[in-house]
């Protein structure tokens, strides 16, 4: 697997996650979405 394959297949999905938190309309959501991106980060490690 090169760099660029785990790129496509973790990295994107991070940055997709952060930019959901950008776009959170509370502080409740935004919570929510770092709590999800972090999960998901544990998962991928």
């Known amino acids: ?3 660029y394959d785990i ?3 973790y990295m994107v ?3 997709a ?3 959901r938190m ?3 309309t ?3 959501e935004r919570e ?3 709590e999800q991106l ?3 980060t544990q998962n991928a490690q």
Do not use: P
Request: charged share 20%; net charge negative; aromatic share 4%.
């Open 13 to 15: 999905d991070r940055l």
């Open 22 to 24: 950008l776009t959170a």
């Open 38 to 40: 972090n999960n998901e």
């Open 7 to 9: 790129s496509g297949k």
């Open 1 to 3: 697997m090169t760099l």
């Open 26 to 28: 509370s502080d409740h």
């Open 32 to 34: 929510q979405f770092l």
């Open 17 to 19: 996650g952060l930019s």
